[in-house]
């Protein structure tokens, strides 16, 4: 069963517009960790956020922004006043403490920020 | 943050031969590290777990006789893709476990490394 689904394959916006990247997870364990990568042409992952399951307090980093719903089983990324740097693909993942940490990946959200 | 490198970044190799990827933790200690395999437009898929001093587990569908992993030490693993074929032509990712008391534990990755078999 897929454990991460990322629904939007690709998403464009303007510049300057606000986007949101949605996830879904699915897991069994009542330990484990959300994260967010952004891999841009690059191909390095950057490391944007990990969160624990028994911390839904939601986080702002700057213009970033999550959402993390237990109840619902999402944990949804943010951008505001979105800029041609956020162009990327950008990973939602979980890690499950009783599968050893291993993180899975969603399939990706492909971002573009029309100037 | 802890740092993580690969070596090589690139590599270009005729169809038949073996290539071996380097995966180095650079300012601490991995009990596990993780091989990942992306291939264009993908996501990254989970090859296989890398644990210091023993042998590497497989994911389900991943041939461990053609992709050799080795961790010989706390800082450095190694995966070997014999007899290499176009088919795995792919982008190389490893990640190293740096784990800590209290679950403040995380995974890092490299920066990949881009393999072509022609």
């Known amino acids: 069963a897929q454990k991460v689904t990322q629904a939007q394959t690709e998403i464009s916006v303007v510049e300057k517009e606000d986007v949101t990247l949605d996830c879904v997870y699915e897991t069994r364990d009542t330990t484990y960790y959300l994260f967010w990568y952004k891999q841009p042409p690059s191909g390095e992952l950057v490391f944007l956020i990990r969160?624990?399951?028994?911390?839904?307090q939601n986080e702002i980093s700057g213009r970033y922004s999550w959402n993390f719903q237990k109840s619902t089983s999402s944990f949804n990324f943010t951008i505001t006043a979105s800029q041609v740097v956020d162009s990327a693909v950008y990973f939602c993942a979980l890690s499950e403490r009783n599968r050893d940490d291993k993180i899975i990946f969603g399939k990706g959200t492909r971002l573009h920020i029309l100037p | 943050g802890a740092v993580v490198s690969q070596h090589p970044s690139r590599v270009i190799c005729k169809s038949g031969t073996s290539v071996k990827i380097e995966c180095r933790s650079l300012?601490?200690?991995?009990?596990?590290m993780f091989w990942y395999r992306q291939f264009p437009k993908q996501s990254l898929m989970l090859m296989a777990t890398s644990n210091e001093g023993s042998k590497a587990t497989y994911e389900q569908g991943v041939e461990k006789d053609k992709f050799l992993i080795n961790h010989a030490s706390l800082t450095l693993s190694t995966l070997t893709v014999t007899s290499a074929h176009p088919e795995d032509s792919s982008f190389y990712i490893c990640?190293?476990?740096?784990?800590?008391?209290?679950?403040?534990?995380?995974?890092?990755f490299g920066p990949g490394t881009r393999l072509t078999v022609l």
């Open positions: 969160r624990n399951s028994f911390d839904e």
């Open positions: 300012d601490f200690q991995a009990t596990t």
């Open positions: 990640s190293a476990h740096l784990g800590a008391e209290g679950g403040t534990d995380t995974q890092y």
